[in-house]
């Protein structure tokens, strides 16, 4: 069974998700994606690990979110695939 935490949003996470679908950098039908960036920007996480390339793990919207999060006052997020970030055993060495 996955592990979940289910946690309370803040308002901050409403608004810039709504700042996102206002610069359409991604449409309405895709809100909850949206939110999901806007989760991970307004709690100070450093990166997103996504499958989703469609409308989070895509290099024009990774541009679109951060152009978004400077102009509401946050920092940038990396957002990557999961296969950006496996380390293989040569990398283990080297830490």
Known sequence: ???VV????????????R????SHVVGP???IDALHVAVATVD?????????FKHIVN????????????KQGYDPIAI???LEVVFDEQDEEEF
């Open 1 to 3: 069974m996955p592990f």
């Open 6 to 17: 289910r946690m309370p949003i803040e308002e901050r996470a409403y608004d810039l998700q």
């Open 19 to 22: 700042a996102y679908l206002e």
């Open 29 to 31: 039908k895709w809100e």
């Open 44 to 52: 100070g996480c450093r990166a997103i690990v996504s499958w989703n």
């Open 59 to 70: 290099f024009r919207r990774i541009l679109l979110y951060n152009e978004v999060n400077r």
């Open 80 to 82: 990557h695939s999961p």
